[in-house]
């Protein structure tokens, strides 16, 4: 049988933990209280049955020698609490059959069965009850009436310290049970801000020895993929910088060339091959972000800014929405991510509209939108693959390498940011920046 799928409670570590280790230790108190209580009972009846044994052989040799008149001023005096006699036959009835009353009844046989005959029947009651019937020396009938108490009532106090004890137990479950798993979270909390840029701080490689070496791990992992991401982008650079000698060279070719359409057309490649390798080294940055120290800027120059730029280049590009505030960021980042979207925007739709807004959370959103045709909903995510390029069929083929989505999704990781797409209703496309820092 599989546990996991047995067990459909809370989906926390911490929380099933506790609930098991409260749980066992719970029903280890009421086990320990249970036998006690038992033990307790058990001792208690052994006493009473002893003190009964003996305190029936003395009343009865007593109310024996004592005359007949006298033996009434001595039943008040012989009574117990639980258990009387009275001078009269008192009531018949079938055999005890309950374990107590047979106990009782084997106990006041031992005592005084060896020298008057004695019968011990139960009386009907709403609680254990049974009688023990005999004759004195001088015939007259006696009859001891029991009502045997098989359990010491429990004191108030009693229930109060169980409850106080459950109380602990819960605590130190819980106690034990955050101690355990407090290296757990932070490791998964360090997995999940571990991204592109390698910011995560380094776990402390202390506690017992398996969380020890499981952060020990974590660590060298986070150094060997920080060491990969290096080593890429140091590929990347190199073969930019080899590439450049033999673009040049090809250029000052096609510059010889007689031929007009092929000396265009090799010009055309030429600018596309450099574009790709300048796009790509770009990308291997964008996947190192951490190069660019957040500082505090104002986000609504630089958004005037950039459309500024647009329109020196005769693209139509329109802003709506301001922040209103300075913000704590990463500048060039955040220029290359609008830059990118506006870049798509304008070249499928022919313009853009950058829309800024501040939600009641403090979150900055920033919206890229356009009147283009649109991503189809299962290609939502894959366009932000890299060098894929989404080309619709019968539709002439637009330029690009299919690397702006991905610099601009691998940017937006680097400063802690989302960026996703979605289909306007009313046609077109929207790329929503959603900044999670605070305003600064």
């Known amino acids: 049988m599989n546990v996991s799928a047995w067990f459909r409670g809370p989906r926390t570590l911490f929380v099933r933990l506790t609930l098991i280790f409260f749980a066992g230790l719970a029903v280890a108190q009421f086990l320990a209280f249970w036998a006690t209580m038992s033990e307790r009972n058990d001792a208690q009846t052994a006493f009473m049955i002893s003190n009964l044994e003996r305190d029936v052989a003395t009343a ?36 005890p059959d309950a374990k107590l009353s047979e106990q009782i009844a ?35 009938p006696l009859t001891i009436d029991i009502r045997p108490v098989a359990r010491i009532p429990l004191s108030y106090w009693l229930l109060v310290v169980l409850v106080i004890e459950l109380v602990v137990i819960a605590l130190c479950a819980w106690l034990a049970v955050r101690l355990a798993t407090r290296p757990l979270n932070q490791l998964a909390m360090a997995a999940d ?6 910011t995560t701080t380094r776990l402390p490689e202390t506690g017992p020895a398996e969380v020890a070496r499981a952060a020990k791990a974590f660590n060298a992992m986070q150094g060997r993929i920080g060491q990969y991401m290096k080593e890429r982008i140091q590929i990347l650079a190199a073969i930019s910088h080899d590439l450049q000698t033999p673009i040049t060279r090809m250029r000052i070719r096609t510059d010889l060339l007689d031929d007009e359409a092929e000396r265009s057309k090799f010009q055309q490649d030429l600018t596309e091959m450099e574009t790709l390798v300048r796009e790509g080294v770009a990308y291997g940055r964008a996947l190192h972000g951490a190069a660019e120290a957040p500082r505090r800027v104002d986000p609504d120059a630089l958004l005037e800014s950039l459309v500024s730029d647009y329109a020196d280049a005769g693209a139509k590009v329109t802003l709506s929405g301001s922040i209103g505030a300075p ?44 009147r283009g045709p649109g991503i189809p909903p299962d290609q939502l995510e894959t366009v ?57």
């Open 384 to 440: 932000f693959q890299p060098f894929f390029r989404l080309e619709a069929e019968g539709q002439p083929r637009i330029g690009g390498n299919g690397l702006g989505l991905a610099i601009a999704k691998q940017l937006a990781l680097a400063m802690n940011a989302t960026l996703e797409l979605k289909n306007r209703a009313d046609g077109g496309l929207e790329a929503t920046l959603v900044l999670e820092r605070p305003i600064g």
């Open 106 to 140: 084997a106990a006041i046989e031992r005592s005084i069965g060896t020298r008057f005959p004695v019968s011990v029947n139960a009386v009907p009651d709403t609680r254990e009850h049974l009688q023990a019937h005999l004759r004195l020396s001088d015939g007259s």
């Open 193 to 198: 801000t571990l991204g592109p840029d390698m």
């Open 60 to 95: 009865v040799a007593l109310l024996d020698r004592v005359p007949a008149a006298e033996r009434p001023e001595w039943l008040p005096r012989l009574m117990r609490r639980n258990y009387s006699f009275l001078l009269g036959p008192g009531v018949g009835g079938a055999p």
């Open 327 to 370: 913000i704590v960021t990463r500048p060039v980042a955040l220029r290359r991510i609008l830059a990118n979207l506006l870049d798509n925007a304008v070249k499928f739709s022919g313009a853009g509209e950058l829309k800024a807004d501040v939600s009641n959370t403090m979150q900055i959103t920033i919206s890229v939108l356009d």
